[in-house]
């Protein structure tokens, strides 16, 4: 026991000793909600370029805030990078987050500049990537069903248990459809819709990304969610086809902001200027990341789903990504849909 | 019982100064304050700040505490040993909490002192008779109080204090009250206890005749047997939903067959006629999580039963059989009672396991919530409620210890004592022929679906895209090993194996710990210690993971963002699976063993060394490689604490499966599960088979 308790500290030290670094410049840490190997690639690039020693954490917006949430008192990441504005606009709103004016702010197009509820230039709209459903073209020719082009398709009783969607109350994706509805139809109306849809609804799953994989893998028909994420599976060789819903759809703003009190402050803001100019947007489509860029000199990958092709709402992102509008959108639909019987 | 605490002044006062002495010299030579980026990162400058003498901080209480127990000016006091252990804590909790009040990060040379501190405390409560003053033992508890209140109620009590309290510090008492009686948490208790109970008696069923199939029946399978019940157990957790899903998926290969016999137009249905088979997506919900939840927690049934089903004595049943009971009645009355602790334990824990399981829901749950994913999405999700997390956490945890109370009391205080001092010669009755029916029946069905399965997962790395392109290909393994080490897979594959290694042997050697004392002796807060074993088992990972943070990410122990987060982590979620084997094991052996070694005066850790461990040793083998296994394939409580640098496989592959590379991620699978396997053959070759040796 005495040996074993000399040892605990010799073995910390030991696996302390592992985690071996060069020197370099100075250091990063990004905490990145956007693809992984986006993620990958950005760093590796940014840091090779500014010779800054970059370590990236990759987990999802929600995943991320939450763990922000928890280091408050002493901040470990310094940039977050990527992933759905609303969780970046809620932590700026609670006064996580550092406001900085990028001077490459005047090449991103205007609404994505300071688009965060806090109005403070906390956050910085990287990308943004439009809200759809795709649909497996196998399955719809062994079915001999009509493709759908409408969200009025879906709930037609021919697409029953044929459809996947995210729940609201686990994924941010689906909170945007569910938003999204609410800004097209009113909030009543919307509620109807989604009554109806529950119908259809195969399964609704607990990740946002999920219906657009199990559409491209044949286990659903349709899936609902943000078309670059699909656009992915499709360039994988699924038969996929992607449908930007007529009657207008929702979209989604990236988000990249800076931790307040972070530890490399000034790499951090390196960080940002380079993630908003050029170079740094134009490294998603090398990973096919196909969101279209805010940086109007950046080039929009062929394949992405231009905005001007498609009927997009006026998201109010400010209104919509406020805690209190949330909640209570949620909670409605906790309450009134998921119990139907279906 | 003799006392022990008869060692001499003089060689106990040896100790204390040794221990003062090198506490002084780590002062001296060792930096104190925590280092943010960790030793080898930090500058020449971060280093040297952090020494102890470069500034005023708690570490000159520590020296002048120690400067006075060189001195020790109360010796000759009558209650020295009772000042001894008042200023030793008192010491302690003040360094604790002062460095926590000067926002002071404490680092190595803090840990060693602290350390020492609680050795002299330890010391001085044995000299005062506690635990009949045995000294090691005393030392043992401090160390198993102490860590348990440091890394599972602290950073515990962090969590479940946003039940009551929001996030600006307003006290909101009815919060709690409000989200259990919120919309859909009744049906989610429902569901996740319904599963349990079910998953629960399903694993303990195939356990039990698993158990009996490989120890009692044929020793043809054997070898074949134990990697086919430790596969689920190697496998990490995203990997064998992914692999159901394949074979039992909406498109999977089930559905498929059955579409053609029972479809419309099926076989047995005739053309044109509408058949009763519709594809269906039947994998998704509450059998898709049983199937899944039974298949990796019969392993850890297996793994307790066959421990128990090979130390059963043979006298007891050849007894049973000379007094003319049948086969049958001796397998009833004889050799099914005396499995009752391994049953109940192995009940026990696959109810726990199924209420805190959180990756197999996660991906086969479908609409079906439980409260472990309840819990995860009240975090992670739309919205992030702590107080409805913490609120669900409460009720989970609740119910996981209802079931560890409930098995306390059906094992009851029967004896089965098996091993004893007294000769055990005898040869097994051979099972029932019912008994022998059922399990080899049972075990060879299970084992040639696990083949179907764990073939599906070894092909899946072999094609360009499982589920649309099935060329055979070798890109993803080029992807993830070809690139050189410090590409692809390799960091996350080593980092994961150094984690998993040094913490193995820390939490097989805790958690037997913790089932001796707990078992074997009496002391104050015994029942706490046990409790609080239970509860890091018995919450789901990502609220651990989220208490590490809140806990440790501020002063004094400052260790997030660290490897040693990871590995401590590792040790208390896995710890009481060594608890349970230890405390399995331990209720067969006599006590009268130990006592014999004590009262011819051999010493507690002689005891210890030469009577208990070696008789633990199938206990201690199967509790080193399962919590191995565990940290392996560990992902929901170390998602919040993974940094770059400490990237483990399982988070590696996580990132896979959510970018959709399904392919890399059953190849990392795959090869995780074959390293495991190696690794598992290897400590039974060279450290022994996990079975006691019989004369």
């Known amino acids: 026991m005495k040996k074993l308790l000399l040892t605990l500290p010799l073995a910390a030290l030991m696996i302390a000793g592992t985690t071996q670094g060069v020197q370099a410049e100075g250091k990063l840490t990004i905490y990145c909600s956007a693809q992984g190997d986006w993620c990958q690639k950005a760093s590796e690039t940014f840091g090779k370029k500014y010779d800054v020693k970059v370590s990236m954490t990759r987990n999802g917006s929600g995943s991320t805030y939450a763990k922000i949430l928890a280091e408050k008192e002493n901040p470990r990441g310094d940039v977050w990078y990527g992933g759905t504005l609303d969780p970046h606009s809620q932590a700026g709103v609670n006064g996580l987050l550092e406001s900085y004016k990028s001077p490459n702010l005047d090449k991103i197009g205007e609404p994505y500049r300071n688009p965060a509820a806090s109005k403070q230039n906390h956050s910085t709209g990287i990308y943004i990537g439009i809200l759809g459903f795709s649909v497996n073209t196998d399955l719809l020719k062994d079915a001999k069903m009509e493709m759908p082009k409408c969200w009025a398709d879906l709930v037609k009783p021919e697409f029953k248990g044929k459809i996947q969607v995210a729940s609201p109350q686990s994924s941010g994706t689906a909170y945007t459809a569910l938003a999204t509805f ?4 009113g909030e009543d109306k919307a509620f109807e819709y989604l009554t109806k849809l529950h119908q259809n609804i195969g399964q609704y799953t607990k990740s946002g990304s999920a219906p657009g994989k199990n559409a491209a893998r044949g286990e659903t028909m349709v899936g609902i969610g943000f078309l670059h994420d699909h656009g992915k599976e499709k360039g994988k060789g699924f038969p996929l086809e992607l449908v930007a819903p007529c009657e207008g759809t929702g979209y989604e703003i990236g988000g990249l902001s800076i931790m307040k009190n972070a530890r490399n402050m000034d790499n951090a803001k390196k960080f940002v200027d380079w993630a908003l100019s050029k170079e740094g947007m134009e490294v998603a489509a090398t990973v096919q990341s196909f969101q279209v860029p805010t940086n109007t000199e950046a ?4 394949e992405a789903i ?17 805690e209190a509008t949330r909640k209570a959108l949620i909670s409605r639909w906790v309450e009134q849909v998921k119990p139907l019987e279906r | 019982m003799n006392k022990t605490s008869a060692s001499s002044s003089l060689s106990s006062l040896d100790f204390r100064t040794k221990w003062v002495l090198l506490g002084l010299l780590a002062w001296i030579i060792i930096p104190w304050k925590g280092l943010e980026y960790g030793l080898f990162e930090s500058t020449g400058s971060e280093i040297l700040n952090a020494y102890a003498w470069k500034s005023v901080n708690t570490s000159f209480i520590s020296l002048a505490v120690s400067l006075l127990f060189l001195l020790r000016p109360w010796k000759l006091h009558l209650k020295a040993n009772l000042i001894d252990a008042a200023v030793s804590l008192v010491t302690f909790i003040v360094i604790l909490f002062g460095a926590g009040l000067l926002n002071e990060s404490l680092g190595y040379s803090a840990a060693i002192q602290l350390t020492f501190f609680l050795l002299i405390f330890s010391l001085a409560l044995a000299r005062m008779g506690f635990i009949q003053g045995d000294p090691f033992m005393t030392t043992a508890i401090v160390t198993i109080m102490a860590s348990i209140a440091v890394f599972v109620l602290f950073p515990i009590s962090t969590i479940f204090s946003k039940v009551v309290f929001l996030e600006d510090g ?7 009250y409000k989200n259990l009686t919120s919309f859909g948490v009744a049906r989610t208790l429902q569901n996740s206890l319904m599963l349990a109970v079910a998953v629960g008696m399903s694993s303990t069923f195939l356990g039990l005749c698993f158990s009996l199939f490989t120890v009692r029946i044929t020793k043809r399978f054997k070898g074949l047997a134990r990697i086919f ?3 689920p157990i190697v496998t990490p957790p995203f990997v064998i939903g992914l692999s159901l899903i394949l074979i039992f998926g909406r498109n999977g290969t089930i559905n498929d067959g059955l579409l053609a016999l029972f479809g419309t137009d099926g076989l047995f249905i005739g053309a044109g006629n509408e058949g009763w088979f519709h594809r269906s997506a039947y994998i998704y919900g509450f059998w898709g999580v049983f199937l899944a939840q039974t298949l990796s927690f019969t392993p850890i049934c297996f793994m307790l039963l066959v421990g128990m089903v090979s130390t059963i004595n043979p006298a007891v049943e050849e007894a049973s059989v000379t007094m ?13 009672p005396l499995l009752r602790p391994g049953i109940a334990n192995a009940f026990l824990l696959a109810v726990i396991s199924s209420l805190a399981d959180f990756g197999n829901p996660m991906v086969l749950g479908g609409d079906y919530d439980v409260l472990a994913t309840e819990i995860y999405f009240s975090i992670v999700g739309a919205q992030l409620d702590y107080a409805r997390a913490s609120t669900l956490g409460i009720l989970l945890l609740s119910f996981s210890l209802l079931a560890f109370v409930i098995q306390r009391q059906w094992i009851g205080k029967k004896s089965y004592v098996t091993v004893t001092g007294k000769g055990s010669g005898g040869y097994f009755q051979p099972l029932p022929a019912w008994v022998r029916g059922i399990s080899t029946s049972v075990s060879l069905t299970w084992m040639l679906f696990t083949a179907v399965l764990y073939g599906s997962i070894l092909l899946g790395g072999f094609v360009v895209n499982w589920g649309a392109d099935y060329t055979p290909t070798l890109a993803h393994y080029e992807e993830l090993w070809a690139r050189g080490i410090g590409y692809g897979a390799w960091p996350s594959y080593i980092t994961t194996l150094k984690f998993a290694a040094v913490g193995a042997p820390l939490t097989a050697l805790m958690g037997l710990m913790i089932a001796y004392v707990t078992t074997r002796k009496r002391f104050i807060g015994r029942g706490v210690v046990d ?16 208490s590490y943070v809140l806990a440790f990410n501020t002063a004094p122990i400052l260790i997030n963002g660290t490897a040693i987060i990871i590995v401590i982590s590792f040790i208390f979620k896995n710890m009481p699976v060594g608890i349970r084997s230890g405390i399995s094991a331990l209720s067969q052996i006599d006590k009268s063993l130990e006592e014999a070694s004590l009262t011819q005066r051999a010493s507690s850790i002689r005891t210890i060394f030469t009577i208990v461990l070696p008789l633990l040793r199938p206990a201690m083998i ?3 490689v399962f919590s191995f296994v565990k940290s392996m394939t560990t992902v929901s409580a170390i998602i919040f604490l993974v940094t770059a640098d400490t990237q483990v496989a399982t988070t590696y592959i996580m990132g896979r499966v959510e970018d959709g590379d399904y392919g890399q991620a059953v190849s990392y699978g795959s090869v995780l599960i074959v390293t495991m396997l190696i690794v598992i053959f290897l400590v039974e070759k060279f450290i022994g088979r996990s079975r006691v040796e019989r004369a």
């Open chain 1, 182 to 185: 609410t800004q097209l139809y």
């Open chain 1, 299 to 302: 080039a929009i990958p062929a």
């Open chain 1, 306 to 322: 231009r905005p001007e092709d498609v009927n997009l709402i006026d998201y109010d992102f400010v209104k919509y990504g406020g």
């Open chain 2, 170 to 176: 307003t006290f909101t008492p009815m919060a709690f």
């Open chain 2, 229 to 231: 019940s430790m596969l």
């Open chain 2, 324 to 336: 003319r009971a049948s086969n049958s009645q001796t397998f009833s009355y004889v050799t099914l």
């Open chain 2, 531 to 546: 409790f609080s074993a239970m509860i890091s088992f018995a919450i789901p990972g990502t609220v651990i993971g989220i």
């Open chain 2, 622 to 624: 199967s509790a080193i």
